[in-house]
């Protein structure tokens, strides 16, 4: 059996492989802002998903760049108290078996190019707007070579720091409300603009030839809003590349982190 983590900044899935092709019903639950509460949620998602069987390996995603090693998260906006914690070497003991980590929008981006919206294309941005915003880059189905992840993120845009402008977190900070609650179709189209210029930066570093865009809060961006302004923004290629919505939902990064396991040869 294989173990598949998503833990984002406010959701945790977790869930199970028994073939290495198909996933089981995830257990989803509150991310725990405490690290000891967290890995406690695990451990009781974990025995419900196990049961008797033996874990081969596990790959678990989560928000925020990680060390070199990939061990430990680095800096995390939404989970401080899981920064610097042995991570890897807490869920190994927890669960008496081999983990893999990696940043949960890398494992999600991963998904989306192999079993979602990026199918058949060679290189893929995938961007991710939800409690934060994270993103990857990712070329003939692997995530590209870097030292310490990718976080598109924090780029600055016009009027700051991206995520610091369409992000659930900053959404909330800023309206007093829930992303979700907010109807007012003027806040929308600044979004798109902010995006946009997001997106434009993502085309000429990464030159992708699909971008995705998942996460809850981009469900409320008008992608055509956000299309018309990018089209006036970008200057130095002919065109710019489609732009899609993730067709795996919440699902992407358990996709992805059982796809990590196969490239790791552990399937």
């Excluded at 995006?195 to 992708?208: E, M």
Aim: hydrophobic share 40%; aromatic share 6%; charged share 25%.
């Amino acid at each position: 059996m294989y173990i598949l983590f998503d833990i984002g900044g406010t959701k945790t899935r977790i869930a199970s492989s028994q073939d290495g092709k198909t996933i089981s019903e995830p257990e989803i639950f509150d991310t725990p802002k405490d690290y000891t509460q967290g890995l406690d949620r695990i451990k009781d998602a974990i025995s419900k998903l196990v049961g008797t069987n033996q874990i081969e390996s596990a790959v678990c995603g989560i928000a925020g760049p990680l060390d070199e090693e990939r061990t430990k998260l680095t800096n995390s906006p939404q989970l401080p108290d899981w920064v610097g914690k042995l991570l890897k070497e807490d869920l190994q003991k927890l669960l008496n078996s081999k983990v893999f980590i990696e940043n949960d929008a890398a494992l999600a981006g991963l998904g989306e190019a192999i079993h979602g919206a990026g199918q058949g294309y060679s290189i893929v941005a995938y961007l991710t707007i939800s409690t934060g915003v994270g993103g990857v880059k990712i070329v003939d189905g692997k995530i590209d070579k870097n030292s310490l992840g990718f976080e598109p993120g924090n780029m600055f845009i016009e009027d700051g720091r991206l995520q610091d402008l369409i992000s659930g977190m900053a959404l909330e900070k800023k309206y007093r409300m829930k992303p979700q609650d907010i109807n007012d179709a003027r806040v929308w189209d600044e979004m798109a603009n902010n995006l946009a210029q997001g997106l434009n930066n993502i085309i000429v570093d990464w030159s992708p030839q699909i971008l995705i865009l998942g996460g809850g809060v981009s469900n409320s961006i008008p992608i055509e809003n956000v299309k018309t302004y990018l089209s006036k923004l970008m200057k130095i290629f002919p065109e710019i590349p489609p732009i899609e919505k993730a067709a795996l939902g919440d699902l992407s990064g358990l996709y992805g982190a059982l796809e990590y396991l196969k490239q790791t040869s552990t399937l």
